[in-house]
């Protein structure tokens, strides 16, 4: 019990953060959303702070579902220090993009664009790996990811979340997971154990 408390620790903490936020405090985006004028007026912790605070509770379910969803699927590939280093990277790495590369955007909460990142560099480190699958789940999530470019979003869906869909923080993130999960060292990437097992039967045949 203690060892898988202690496995999924980063994503037990961050859900519920996200709960409580949602419950403690009435309007949170106030002072931890991203926003414009704020961040140029030295709030620099805006940087980080969007990723806990949501548009609602739906909001909030979809991100903390898309969360254990990656965790689920990819919590082997590393050690919690480095699961952290990824999540401090693409939390902020996200939000210091949208203020860089989107001069019209005022205001953004939420933590999709960076589990749109964490899903690609889990998915890419995986295919350095040899597993093959992950490419294709790499496909399948830069598919989603770049068709609202072509066909849009449906204005029922902004609705049904309680705010617009900001794509850019999607794509955004999506392109600095690839990036991270290229560049992180193999050293730090554990192999699943179907390869590893899959190797020891090779070194045992040459034997």
């Given at each position: 019990m203690f060892n898988t408390l202690k496995k999924y620790a980063i994503p037990l903490i961050l859900s519920h953060i996200c709960i409580i936020l949602i419950f403690a405090l009435p309007k949170p985006d106030l002072w931890m959303a991203y926003d414009r004028r704020a961040i140029s007026d030295g709030e620099l912790w805006r940087f980080l702070t969007p990723n806990f605070v949501h548009l609602g509770v739906w909001h909030t379910t979809l991100n903390l579902a898309g969360l254990w969803f990656t965790m689920l699927l990819f919590i082997n590939l590393l050690k919690?220090?480095?699961w952290l280093a990824w999540f401090a990277i693409l939390f902020v790495g996200n939000i210091v993009?949208?203020?860089l590369w989107v001069p019209s955007?005022?205001?953004y909460v939420g933590m999709s664009g960076a589990l749109y990142g964490l899903i690609a560099a889990a998915a890419i480190a995986e295919f350095r790996l040899g597993v093959k699958l992950s490419g294709l789940l790499l496909l399948i999530v830069g598919l989603k990811i770049f068709m609202p470019q072509l066909m849009g979003v449906e204005t029922s869906y902004n609705e049904w979340l309680?705010?617009?869909v900001i794509e850019e923080a999607h794509i955004i993130g999506f392109i600095q997971g690839l990036i991270l999960g290229l560049i992180w060292p193999k050293s730090r990437l554990s192999e699943p154990k179907s390869?590893?097992?899959?190797s020891s039967m090779k070194v045992e045949g040459t034997k």
């Open positions: 919690n220090i480095d993009g949208l203020h955007l005022d205001h309680g705010g617009n390869l590893k097992a899959r």
